[in-house]
């Protein structure tokens, strides 16, 4: 097992700067989602990091070996590639034996060794038919058993469940998950579904334009996404972001949140924490599951008007209005609620995320 | 079938296309039917002419095989021109599909430039076969311009004679020349078109995996080109047996071919039983290798992509 670093790593196609200086350390047997929207480099990063790629700057280290130069076959991975790439002309065991006999394993340790790996993920049934005869789901998993059977440090993944059935994926998604545990490879996973990544990853690292934008756990990513993209990209629905400001009152010393019309003052250690930043323009964050709603307006809670009310089944989605500003809202089911209905808000202001207005960062850690 | 219960759709007019074409699942056949009609007129028919003369006794009509032990007795010009006729196909086919297989892998690295230097190996494609033995008699004729660039370059000093019926071997060699020239280009787009439907994916997985070039050529991108690689080897097979024009150009008939002895048979000593036997013998010897390759290329259901 090993540790995987990218220093300044670059790959630049033609005038598209498909990675932009990535630094990046994913510990050894570690769980490292890549996430990020299509086409923000997260598949050109994981080439990057198997050697199919040639870097364009940067090292790449697995363990202690700077592997920058060495070719993807001496770099002790294995990889799932998004379509899979079952060779369709061999059956499932010569799939899954290919490695192994590429480096010449003895005959009698290849049979042991793929039906091991076929055991562990359930397919040593299909181990006599060819790819075309299996379903999506087996195909993963030959594609996964294909690359673990050689044992390798690094377990890199290209969107391996985005075509899969969505009950399929949730299945499997949990699969993947237990067999990490098993066989504890450092593994680099790429998605562009942040409810897979949440579930997934021991850490997340969230890429935007080539850059990695935001590297945490996913209860940090979520809770404290480090800018606007992050927090507008995570979660569903999305993190509601609203325009305010910052402003310093002249008796106690608290800070005073200017909002949708409101005034929101703000405890004494996030005062503490934002003084530097009083009579700046903020955008202020927070998720639709961290507001109360009341039904009516009543004491210190803000009042808003109810737009719209969607049933997800378990939760009430709802969209309100607050001093001209929409706000989307999780409730309970029981909650009473209509369109047209003036309801009451109220939230802990330490749940409140403050970024900076025009650069979308985070004012706080 | 019980017709009970029509449904709405079957009772509206049918459309104009429809009613012309007949419905969907007959369209393809309609399409087929040109293609279909000029191989009937100019393949079948003369075809089976050629097999009932073949087979035919010319003055009783009735059915026989006297006129293959004939030609056996007769002819003695048959057992060469299936040598080397046979001799040339083998040469020939298995050269022009190394040299194909290795230009192709060339083409498909995507060098800058491959998509024009496909074009340009693509010229002679456009030759008639008689045009392109003219060109390589041009080359090798005692005043030709082999000959012409030896002589500039101070390698000889007076013309070599390389086309000449006492040395068959040249003729041959010359003919291997030529005809690696002309038809190569055929085999070529084939296994260029077969090599871009490979996904990359398979190449680089295979990578990964520990690969090397060679072992990535031998498991994973021949194995994968085998339909390619079958449609090419049938048509260039039929090709050269059939070879003609190439060889009357360079050789005359001092290089005996089946086809030259279909052609000679017919027009100069107007034996059209002759002929026919020789056509015969060509379809069949065709007929035997197609079927060869359709068993041992064949690419099962279960192995598609
Ligand atoms: N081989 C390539 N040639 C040219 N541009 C490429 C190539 N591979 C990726 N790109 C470009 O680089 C950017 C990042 O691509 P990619 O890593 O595939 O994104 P993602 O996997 O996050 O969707 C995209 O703009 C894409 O168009
Ligand atoms: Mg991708």
């Known amino acids: 097992m090993a540790e995987i670093r990218l220093e300044n790593v670059w790959k630049v196609f033609g005038k598209v700067v498909a990675v932009r200086d990535v630094t990046l350390t994913i510990e050894d047997g570690e769980f490292l989602v890549l996430l990020g929207p299509s086409g923000c480099g997260k598949t050109t990063t994981l080439r990057c990091i198997a050697g199919l ?113 969505a009950l399929i994926r949730l299945q499997v998604r949990a699969e993947l998950k237990r067999l990490h545990k098993q066989i504890g490879s450092t593994t680099v996973y790429v998605t562009h579904d942040q409810v897979e990544a949440l579930s997934l990853g021991d850490r997340i690292a969230v890429m935007k334009d080539g850059e990695i934008v935001q590297v945490d756990d996913p209860t940090t990513v979520y809770e404290h996404p480090a800018d606007v993209f992050v927090g507008g990209f995570i979660g569903n629905p999305p993190m509601n972001f609203l325009p305010g400001e910052l402003v310093a009152p002249k008796k106690d010393g608290f800070l005073v949140l200017k909002a949708a019309g409101h005034e929101i003052p703000l405890p004494e250690t996030l005062s503490r924490a934002l003084k530097e930043h009083v009579g700046r323009p903020v955008t202020v964050g927070i998720r639709a599951e961290h507001i109360e709603v009341l039904p009516k307006p009543e004491g210190d809670a803000l009042p808003a008007q109810v737009l719209v009310v969607e049933p997800l089944g378990s939760h009430l989605l709802l969209t309100l209005d607050v001093g001209g500003q929409t706000l989307k809202v999780m409730v309970d089911t029981d909650l009473q609620v209509e369109p047209n209905r003036e309801v009451g808000l109220r939230f802990d202001p330490a749940k409140l995320r403050f970024m900076d207005r025009e650069t979308g960062k985070a004012l706080l850690p | 079938m019980a017709t009970v219960d029509t449904p709405v759709e079957a009772r509206r007019p049918r459309p104009l296309r429809q009613r012309l074409l007949g419905t969907d699942t007959l369209l393809p056949y309609w399409l087929l039917l040109p293609s279909v009609l000029y191989l009937v007129l100019f393949f079948v028919i003369p075809l089976s002419q050629a097999i009932v003369v073949a087979f035919q006794d010319p003055d009783t009509g009735a059915w026989t095989l006297k006129n293959f032990s004939d030609l056996l007795r007769w002819d003695y010009k048959f057992k060469p021109a299936l040598k080397w006729t046979f001799l040339l196909a083998v040469t020939i086919v298995p050269l022009q599909l190394v040299t194909a297989l290795l230009v192709a892998l060339l083409v498909n690295t995507r060098f800058r430039g491959s998509q024009l230097f496909l074009y340009i190996c693509a010229i002679p494609l456009g030759l008639s076969d008689l045009a392109a033995g003219l060109i390589w008699y041009g080359i090798f004729a005692d005043r030709g311009f082999l000959n012409s660039l030896l002589y500039a370059l101070g390698l000889i000093e007076r013309p070599v004679t390389i086309l000449s019926y006492t040395q068959i071997d040249w003729l041959f060699g010359a003919v291997v020349v030529a005809e690696h020239w002309r038809a190569t280009a055929i085999v070529l787009v084939v296994l260029v078109a077969g090599l871009q439907m490979i996904s990359k994916d398979y190449l680089e997985s295979a990578e990964v995996l520990g690969a090397n070039r060679w072992q990535r050529l031998w498991y994973v991108i021949l194995p994968l080109l085998r339909p390619s690689l079958q449609a090419a080897l049938i048509i260039r097979t039929i090709f050269a047996f059939e070879i003609f024009a190439v060889v009357i150009a360079l050789a005359g008939d001092f290089l005996p071919v089946l086809a030259e002895r279909a052609y ?21 010897i065709s007929l035997i290798f197609t079927v060869l390759y359709l068993v041992f290329l064949r690419v099962r259901e279960e192995e598609r992509r």
């Not at chain 1, 340790?109 to 039906?115: K, L, M």
């Open chain 2, 264 to 284: 000679t048979w017919y027009f100069f000593r107007q034996n059209l039983q002759f002929a026919s036997v020789y056509a015969v013998i060509i379809l069949a």
């Open chain 1, 53 to 165: 790629e040639r870097v364009d700057g940067g090292r790449v280290f697995i363990g202690d070996r700077d592997v920058t130069e060495l070719p993807p076959g001496k770099r002790d991975i294995g990889m799932v590639f998004q379509s899979y790439a079952v060779f369709p002309h061999m059956r499932v065991f010569d799939n899954i034996a290919f490695g192994l006999k590429m480096k010449r394993v003895p005959r009698a340790e290849i049979r042991r060794r793929v039906q091991n790996v076929a055991e562990m993920l359930g397919i040593e049934e299909l181990l006599k038919r060819y790819p075309a005869q299996l379903s999506g789901g087996q195909r993963q998993r030959v594609a996964v058993a294909r690359a673990i059977v050689l044992e390798p440090q690094v377990l890199l993944m290209d969107e391996p469940l985005s075509n899969l059935d």
